[in-house]
């Protein structure tokens, strides 16, 4: 999936900049990887960014960045903060990518179907790996991978290397992965589970501090 999302570019830098910002409807942001190892610094629209956030692709969006020169190429979010309190965007990252080039990103999984192993065995899916690590161009990227379970028996599962081979992307999360399978029913434990529970009720609050959502293909650059 791809979206648009206007932005401008900012000289200032810092709190005072970042409270100016979002009284004026942006926040500050950051372009990597626009060319000679150099970070553009923007202001966006943080609802516009947020509904790119909650798509389909979410953070696997291609975003072709309007007002700004980045060398004509579009960008991916690499990571965003998050107002502990109530959850509004504070910052983000995004870095710049070659459309011929391959990358490596991570995608969703999506469970196809109800396994025999539940219907016919009285068993349990237990869903182990639910985000897989697949290598594509970025016109490529999935929005999810769709793992059809319908035939698995109890005490059956799905590895990565069991996968169909897709031409557009492949998965390079490790290959004995497990990704989904059927168990059987275990009883719960409610001592254990009580223990936790005080214990849980008994540590001191933490304080709260903005949210850092990390994502997409992995950078060394710093703001």
Not at 4 to 29: F, Q, S, V, Y
Not at 63 to 82: P, R, S, T, W
């Amino acid at each position: 999936m791809e979206a648009t999302l206007e932005a401008e570019k900012r000289d200032g830098r810092g709190k005072n900049e970042a409270r100016r910002l979002r009284a004026a409807g942006r926040i500050p942001a950051v372009v990597y990887g626009a060319g000679k190892n150099t970070a553009v610094e923007i202001a966006v629209d943080p609802k516009v960014l947020l509904r790119i956030l909650h798509s389909e692709s979410g953070v696997n969006t291609l975003i072709g960045l309007q007002g700004v020169d980045i060398g004509g190429g579009k960008v991916l979010v690499k990571e965003y903060q998050l107002d502990p309190i109530d959850h509004k965007l504070l910052h983000a990252d995004f870095y710049a990518v070659a459309m011929d080039k391959a990358l490596t990103v991570t995608v969703p999984v999506n469970l196809k179907g109800e396994p025999k192993g539940v219907k016919q065995q009285g068993g349990i899916v237990d869903f182990v790996n639910r985000e897989l690590e697949v290598e594509c161009l970025p016109g490529d990227i999935p929005e999810k991978i769709d793992v059809d379970v319908t035939e698995l028996m109890l005490h059956q599962g799905i590895r990565v290397r069991d996968l169909p081979t897709e031409g557009r992307w492949k998965a390079i999360s490790d290959p004995d992965m497990m990704i989904v399978h059927v168990i059987t029913v275990r009883a719960e434990e409610p001592a254990a589970a009580t223990a936790e529970g005080a214990a849980a009720a008994a540590a001191p609050a933490a304080t709260a501090e903005p949210e850092v959502i990390k994502k997409g293909k992995k950078e060394e650059e710093e703001k």
